[in-house]
């Protein structure tokens, strides 16, 4: 197996934001197209991946494994979803597994608030879009929506540096499930969710 993808954005499914995410993924997908002098990134976004009759659950498992990078969109409800939470957990074990945290392969977002994150995540230095999150689909018409897009050029900077620095595909890289059953693994018990 080898990397499929550059970039998995992680983020809560929500009716209500769901506009702002696809017009943001729209913006960085060509950003970091530039950064990548020209490249077309390969990134998983479940409204662009996820064909109708894939096992979605299994898809979503081989697009974490098999992503350079996690592109996280947090808010306090990202950290209540269990698919959220095994997004980003895996690849924080893929940090520890990695065994250096100068690889760069987790970079959140703060879509809005900051307290209400999980210790570990508060300690990640964020992109903070707060002052751009709205729900109002005219904001991408806005002088609000061109600082925002601002916003995204410096990110896919940073972004395009991570993803050709990152380190190589390893089958061992650690996928962790948080579902019913399993609402705690053992893994989670270090970021105290």
């Keep these: 197996m080898a990397y499929q993808y550059d970039v998995f954005i992680s983020y809560k499914n929500h009716h209500v934001t769901n506009t702002w995410v696809i017009k943001f993924e729209e913006k960085l997908k060509y950003w970091l197209t530039q950064e990548l002098g020209g490249n077309k990134p390969k990134i998983f ?13 299994n898809t979503l498992k081989n697009g974490v494994k098999t992503s350079k990078c996690l592109l996280c969109i947090w808010t306090p409800e990202y950290f209540r979803s269990k698919w959220c939470l095994s997004e980003w957990l895996s690849f924080e074990e893929r940090t520890t597994y990695l065994n250096n945290s100068t690889h760069q392969i987790i970079l ?78 053992p893994q989670a018990n270090r970021y105290k969710l």
């Design 45 to 57: 976004f479940d409204k662009d991946t996820i064909e109708t009759g894939n096992i979605w659950p």
């Design 108 to 185: 959140p977002i703060r879509f809005h608030d900051g307290e209400h994150y999980p210790a570990q995540a508060k300690l990640r230095q964020c992109t903070d879009v707060t002052n751009y999150s709205n729900t109002n689909n005219a904001f991408w018409e806005t002088q609000k929506a061109m600082e925002l897009e601002d916003t995204i050029k410096d990110l896919c900077k940073t972004l395009a540096v991570a993803i050709q620095a990152v380190p190589d595909f390893n089958d061992n890289f650690p996928i962790i499930e948080i579902d019913d059953e399993n609402p705690n693994p």
